[in-house]
Structures are given as structure tokens and as C-alpha cells.
């Protein structure tokens, strides 16, 4: 069983579409996280959530918003999508902040 | 505002001889540090973590990190190479309470 899945795996879009990345973890954690890493592999996190509320919110524009309906998912909306945030987005959790971090297997999204 | 530096973009080895990847970082307090690894078109992977106690920790895949405080380094090593040990190598950090940053990556090329 995969501990933290994320769907889709690949995401082709065109500018100023809006898109969602779901994620999802089997791990009971309280914590869970959005990363980003650009092309030149770059990690930056945009999101951290804490028992379903937002913990914090790193400077992303707010066409990003994540969306917690349990602990269990994290979503991530993206609306007016533009070419400069085709990247690939990680998810992860962990069972506390400040404990080590389990990933998801990306999503890399291409907009076009 | 912590940070974490890794000075190398590329580490290349030759299999069977000791590879090293250098971590240093800056936190206001005591540091959280950790050692993840990157394989092609995955997420990262948890090798080893430092929070306490004896300044060489010991991880996955026969890896292993000395933390120096007086150096403010965290260098990931490892006594014998595999070609399989090649990927990207992140080191992070994080001050008590706050979220992760991570280092710019270094990628370790092991060679047969």
C-alpha cells in the first residue's frame, strides 16, 4: 500500500485552465504539506497543514488554494493556471511537525 | 531565518571508494537536520536524521551524517559506494517549530 499517493501523476494543461492534485496519505499522520520543486529541482514548501488547519502559507499567489477535508487529504486547487507554475508539486506528511517527512511520488504539471 | 547550503552541485565517486556530500546550515536555535534522497521521477526519501544526542547518526543504506556544531555542517557520508547510491541528495533543516527548508540539492554520479 502506498503511503502517500497523489493523483495525477501528469498534468498537461493549457493557461488559464483551473486544476486540482488530490493527495492522500494512509498513515494516521496529523501533518501534512505542498512542496514545489522547479526544473532546476528546487524544493520550496507552499503549504503546511496541521490537523486539517493551515499551519502556514509561504508566499504563493493566491490562485493556489489547499483544501483539507480530513486529516487524511490534502488538495491542492490551482486556478488561471499560468506557464511559470508548470513544476512538479509534492505532497508529504509526517506525524508532527519537525519529524521526518514522507513523500508522495509527484505531480509534475506541464501548462501550455 | 534558517538556511542550508550545500556547496556542490555534483559529487561524482567511483564505486567502491567513500563518498561524501556536504550539508552546511544556519538556524537561530538548536537545529533539526535531515538527509533525504531523490531517485529519478520519484519523491524523496528519508536516509537519516539528527535532532540529539551522538553527533554521528547512522541511516538507510549504510549512509551515515556527523553533525559539528562548531562547523555548523551536517556532511552525509558513506564508507563504499554503489552505482545504485546514485541520485539527488537533499540535506534540510528546520529550527523548532518551523517548517523544513531545504538545500539546492547535489547530485552524486557513482561510477562503475
Known amino acids: 500500500d502506498t503511503a502517500v499517493s497523489q493523483t495525477p501523476k501528469y498534468l498537461v494543461t493549457q493557461m488559464g485552465n483551473d486544476k486540482s492534485i488530490k493527495c492522500e496519505q494512509n498513515?494516521?499522520?496529523?501533518?501534512m504539506y505542498w512542496y514545489k520543486q522547479d526544473s532546476k529541482k528546487f524544493l520550496k514548501i507552499m503549504f503546511s497543514?496541521?490537523?486539517?488547519?493551515?499551519?502556514i502559507n509561504e508566499t504563493v499567489p493566491n490562485r493556489f488554494s489547499p483544501k483539507s477535508p480530513d486529516k487524511a487529504h490534502l488538495n491542492l486547487h490551482i486556478n488561471s493556471l499560468e506557464l511559470g507554475d508548470s513544476a512538479v508539486y509534492f505532497c508529504?506528511?509526517?506525524?508532527?511537525?519537525?519529524?521526518?517527512?514522507?513523500f508522495g511520488s509527484g505531480t509534475q504539471l506541464s501548462v501550455l | 531565518a534558517q538556511s542550508v547550503a550545500q556547496p556542490e552541485d555534483q559529487v561524482n565517486v567511483a564505486e567502491g571508494n567513500p563518498l561524501t556530500v556536504k550539508c552546511t546550515y544556519s538556524?537561530?536555535?538548536?537545529?533539526?537536520l535531515f538527509w533525504y534522497v531523490q531517485y529519478p521521477n520519484r519523491g524523496l526519501q528519508f536516509l537519516l536524521k539528527?535532532?540529539?544526542?551522538?553527533?554521528l547518526v547512522k541511516g538507510s543504506y549504510g549512509f551515515e551524517a556527523e553533525f559539528n556544531k562548531s562547523q555548523t555542517s551536517f556532511h552525509l557520508k558513506k564508507p563504499s559506494a554503489l552505482v545504485s547510491d546514485s541520485a539527488l541528495y537533499f540535506c534540510?533543516?528546520?529550527?523548532?517549530?518551523?517548517?523544513?527548508?531545504f538545500g539546492p540539492g547535489t547530485r552524486l554520479s557513482v561510477l562503475p
Open positions: 508529504a506528511s509526517s506525524p508532527h511537525p519537525n519529524e521526518k517527512l514522507f
Open positions: 498513515l494516521g499522520h496529523d501533518t
Open positions: 497543514y496541521n490537523n486539517k488547519e493551515l499551519i
Open positions: 538556524v537561530s536555535g538548536n537545529p533539526y
Open positions: 539528527y535532532i540529539t544526542g551522538d553527533n
Open positions: 534540510a533543516v528546520a529550527d523548532y517549530g518551523q517548517n523544513f527548508v
